[in-house]
């Protein structure tokens, strides 16, 4: 059984990580939840821990703060930075702390169970042997798994931005070719190709809300309209004013 703390002043986000964790995750237990990061890293110093939920904005100490801490101590805890901010610095921060990975509000209840397998894989004993097996045939480490999981945080938090595989590739510290082969291995499509899919999910997102597709196109990094409703239609077959009007707006 893993230990789970989650951290989060907002007790609804907190009580709906807890029943995704309850339905989906026999292996992990929620042992504490706390509302800022002074008490969370308090709690990580005197008690074993393996996950941690952290938010970023939180009275007393913010999570990056407490996250830089905890690892200072633990380099095992595995750390999920949440937040409702997609601001490039933050992303920055929480890799610069070597958290896990860095998620933005509202998260996916799927795109949080695959964070979670790859987190616990990550914690377990076995979990590690076994993907050192199948490392042998993947090429995949833990640390390839990291950067993968960095690189994607990255993009989700960028998608106002024209951040280029590049950009992504400096931020985890690896050359861009290599990171975009290993990418590719673990996530069966390119780096460029999931920066795009990204912008694509978020974009269609947006269009169900009253934004005029020239809002939406700027909202998700596209200067061009023209470019975006290309891409968009590449992507889902219909065009942003089709996809609009399917959708009732």
Do not use: W
């Not at 952290?54 to 930075?81: C, F, H």
């Amino acid at each position: 059984m893993l230990n789970v703390m989650l951290v989060d002043d907002e007790e609804l986000e907190r009580r709906a990580l807890a029943r995704i964790i309850h339905e989906n995750f026999g292996v992990l237990r929620v042992v504490y939840e706390t509302t800022n990061g002074q008490d969370a890293a308090d709690y990580a110093l005197t008690n074993p821990v393996d996950i941690i939920f952290m938010d970023i904005e939180m009275p007393v100490k913010n999570g990056l703060e407490a996250a830089r801490e905890i690892r200072a101590s633990d380099k095992n805890v595995q750390i999920i930075v949440l937040t409702a901010y997609s601001e490039f610095e933050y992303a920055r921060e929480a890799i610069a702390a070597r958290v896990f990975t860095y998620m933005l509000k509202p998260v996916g209840t799927a795109e949080l169970k695959a964070v979670l397998d790859a987190a616990i894989s990550a914690v377990q004993p076995d979990a590690r042997r076994r993907e050192s097996i199948q490392s042998l045939d993947s090429g995949l480490s833990v640390k390839h798994l990291r950067a993968i999981e960095q690189a994607k945080a990255i993009i989700r938090s960028n998608i106002q931005n024209e951040i280029t595989v590049d950009e992504v590739a400096e931020l985890v510290r690896m050359h861009s070719d290599y990171l975009s082969r290993v990418f590719k291995r673990k996530e069966g499509i390119s780096l460029k190709e999931y920066l795009i899919h990204a912008k694509m999910e978020r974009a269609k997102v947006l269009l169900r809300t009253e934004m005029s597709i020239k809002e939406v196109c700027f909202e998700i990094g596209y200067s061009d309209p023209n470019y975006f409703s290309r891409s968009f239609k590449k992507h889902t077959g219909l065009t942003a004013s089709e996809y609009k009007e399917r959708e009732g707006f």
